[in-house]
């Protein structure tokens, strides 16, 4: 008999079809030990999760690399209708007779001293996120989007701010935070390749690819955020310890295993994210582990396989990505339209990790029931579904601005 692709399938968005499944408790360790304290917590269950998350989803890096050097490639004293300072920093780094090095684009309000920051991966380069003319255009390999105007993977004048409207620039400045943004395919092109991007830096002699336990894309497009963190703790204009971090869609599920391993980061904002995000993999909602590892075998470690159609021998779900986060502010946030990142799962998840941040006594989400649309719970941990589709909005960019201003500064 011939084997079906899994992509031939409809993929379930039926309620009643989803799997009856145990919930992970994050506060029981895999030996079935309670955990009953913080002590408890941060000493054996959040290291143990932390491992079983490195070795059998995302991926270990498998050394240490920082940047060699920084360069300032551009600066102005007026961007944004003369509100804020504009930097492009050029981070570089060097490894087995190789060079890798990336552009962070940074807005800064003029009227605060050491400003906190937006930070986060933009899909189609920096200079998609407005319309200033003086955004250096990256030469990395891109993912095409003709609507975008984006052939031949590369990128050209013809997509300048063509973002805009996912970043909303001027709100943010407006509200006294930066932005920090860069192009997610300077650190790893996004496709099945892992002889490019900074994957070979830290290969061992002959490696062609990670192995099993070795980092993904998802993995390294992390510790690329984690780079950039080493380099905003060495510029004075900037606020290191009130950096949000924010991911839409794969860069959300990017910037939870971020901060999940590296706490330096304040706050979260999962965007969408979806499988493999925020969305509980044993509901085989939408997209499934196998599915997304059939499309995209890149983007986690292989041991991750093991659990394509198979989500039942899984002994964590992605409740407990989010509990790791804990006690931090984290904002996880759905689109009504968006089945296939399973809007139900993502705030599930939510609901589920709540027990975490209860444990510090924070609050998150306390009702089974989903939310309605467009009505936020904004907690230490937050949520909302909103209406429309798979994106990222103006509504959604005034809940995160409220809500962040709320968790950093009162
Ligand atoms: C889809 C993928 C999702 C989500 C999305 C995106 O194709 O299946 O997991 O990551 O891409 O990143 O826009």
């Not at 003086?134 to 997509?159: C, F, M, P, Q």
């Not at 701010?161 to 407006?174: F, K, L, N, P, T």
């Not at 390294?220 to 080493?230: E, I, K």
């Not at 964590?316 to 509990?323: F, K």
Request: aromatic content about 12%.
């Amino acid at each position: 008999m011939i084997k079906q692709p899994i992509d031939t399938f409809e993929p379930n968005y039926d309620e009643d079809k989803v799997p009856i499944f145990k919930v992970p408790n994050p506060l029981e360790m895999f030996c079935g030990e309670r955990v009953n304290t913080i002590e408890e917590w941060e000493g054996r269950r959040r290291p143990e999760l932390l491992d079983f998350f490195t070795h059998n989803v995302y991926g270990k890096v498998p050394g240490e690399l920082k940047f060699s050097s920084f360069r300032i490639v551009e600066q102005s004293n007026s961007a944004i209708e003369g509100k804020a300072k504009r930097k492009q920093v050029e981070l570089i780094f060097k490894k087995n007779k190789r060079t890798l090095s990336f552009n962070i684009l940074i807005y800064l309000p003029k009227n605060v001293s050491r400003a906190p920051v937006f930070m986060g991966y933009n899909f189609y380069g920096n200079h998609t996120v407005t319309n200033d003319s003086k955004i250096i255009i990256s030469d990395a390999w891109t993912v095409n989007n003709e609507s975008l105007g984006i052939t031949n993977n590369r990128l050209d004048e013809h997509s300048r701010g063509v973002c805009a409207s996912r970043w909303q620039v001027e709100s943010v400045i407006d509200a006294g935070f930066g932005l920090a943004t860069l192009f997610y395919g300077e650190i790893d092109p996004d496709k099945n390749d892992m002889t490019d991007g900074i994957h070979p830096l830290l290969y061992t002699r002959h490696q062609q690819r990670p192995k099993s336990d070795e980092w993904g894309s998802i993995a390294a497009w992390s510790w690329g955020l984690s780079r950039v963190m080493d380099y905003l703790e060495k510029d004075l204009d900037i606020d290191a310890t009130k950096v949000v971090l924010f991911g839409h869609s794969r860069l959300g599920k990017t910037s939870l295993w971020a901060s999940a391993t590296d706490q330096r980061f304040a706050a979260v904002i999962s965007n969408n994210s979806g499988c493999g995000g925020a969305a509980l993999s044993k509901r085989k909602y939408g997209e499934t582990i196998g599915r997304i590892n059939h499309r995209f075998p890149h983007w986690f470690c292989n041991n991750f396989k093991t659990y394509s159609n198979n989500e039942e021998q899984l002994p964590v779900d992605q409740h407990e990505l989010l509990a790791l986060i804990a006690p931090r502010p984290l904002y996880v946030a759905s689109a009504e339209e968006d089945r296939w990142a399973d809007p139900r799962g993502e705030y599930l998840s939510a609901y589920y990790a709540t027990s975490v941040y209860r444990l510090y006594n924070k609050k998150g989400v306390d009702s089974i029931d989903m939310l309605s649309v467009n009505q936020p719970i904004q907690n230490r941990l937050a949520y909302h579904i909103r209406k429309g589709k798979h994106d990222v909005t103006e509504y959604d960019w005034e809940q995160y601005i409220k809500w962040a201003r709320m968790q950093l500064f009162e």
